[in-house]
């Protein structure tokens, strides 16, 4: 899977539009993007995912660039309960016997504040 | 809502004990996964299940073992629980092929203490 790169750590005003960047410029054609965070003392969840459209959901959109070099996953009001650790994944898709597991590397910490 | 539960939110155990976590999801997912989380390793997966009584091993299988019959429920048993099995311990469920993505849906966590 490749490799992504994302910045330790971010701010962002409450009620604003929090916006993740992460880079992944060694994607290859068949691996999706992926967005997961963690709120302290809690399990992963899942946000969105995308190949090489835009993507929006009732949580964020994800706006993967033309090359698929990179992506951005928008929180476009961003409340306290936001804040979080961000993870973009990269991960090639296939069949389950061989697992399909999540590399979490770092993430990005985002803080809301009001 | 997919709903992924844990026996445990946290468990205090002796060195040498055997341990058993417990996972249950109720979204009829085939998928089942078993993680730890610890401190600057990010997550690291153990063992997965992709059907009833099928098993397979992730990246750290050893040291532990685990256990899938009924589709709903997956448990991961520390045979004989060390200090070094302290860590936060993360159940997930995915279903298979869904649009093309398989995304896993977590459980709370159970973060184990083994003294």
């Known amino acids: 899977d490749a490799k992504t790169t994302q910045p330790t750590s971010m701010d962002c005003a409450e009620g604003r539009a929090a916006n993740l960047p992460c880079n992944h410029s060694?994607?290859?054609?068949?691996?999706?993007v992926y967005w997961y965070r963690q709120i302290h003392s809690q399990g992963p969840q899942y946000i969105i995912h995308?190949?090489?459209n835009n993507e929006t959901n009732e949580m964020a959109s994800l706006i993967i660039t033309e090359d698929r070099k990179s992506s951005t996953l928008i929180l476009p009001h961003a409340t306290l309960r936001d804040t979080a650790v961000y993870y973009c994944?990269?991960?090639?898709?296939?069949?389950?016997?061989?697992?399909?597991?999540?590399?979490f590397g770092a993430g990005t910490i985002l803080r809301v504040k009001s | 809502d997919v709903k992924v539960t844990q026996s445990s939110r946290y468990l205090v155990k002796r060195t040498g004990e055997k341990v058993f976590l417990e996972c249950v999801q109720d979204?009829?997912?085939?998928?089942m996964f078993w993680y730890r989380q610890d401190p600057g390793l990010g997550l690291r997966l153990i063992y997965f299940?992709?059907?009833?009584?099928?098993?397979e091993k992730g990246d750290i299988p050893e040291g532990y073992s685990v256990s899938r019959e009924k589709k709903e429920r997956f448990s991961l048993i520390l045979e004989s629980a060390s200090t070094n099995q302290t860590s936060m311990y993360l159940c997930?469920?995915?279903?298979?092929?869904?649009?093309?993505?398989?995304?896993?849906?977590f459980g709370p966590g159970t973060r184990l203490t083994v003294l």
């Open positions: 997930a469920s995915s279903l298979t092929g869904q649009g093309g993505g398989y995304e896993q849906f």
């Open positions: 979204m009829d997912h085939e998928n």
């Open positions: 994944i990269v991960r090639v898709l296939v069949p389950m016997e061989y697992g399909n597991k999540l590399v």
């Open positions: 060694t994607i290859s054609g068949n691996e999706y």
């Open positions: 995308g190949l090489k």
């Open positions: 299940s992709y059907d009833v009584k099928m098993k």
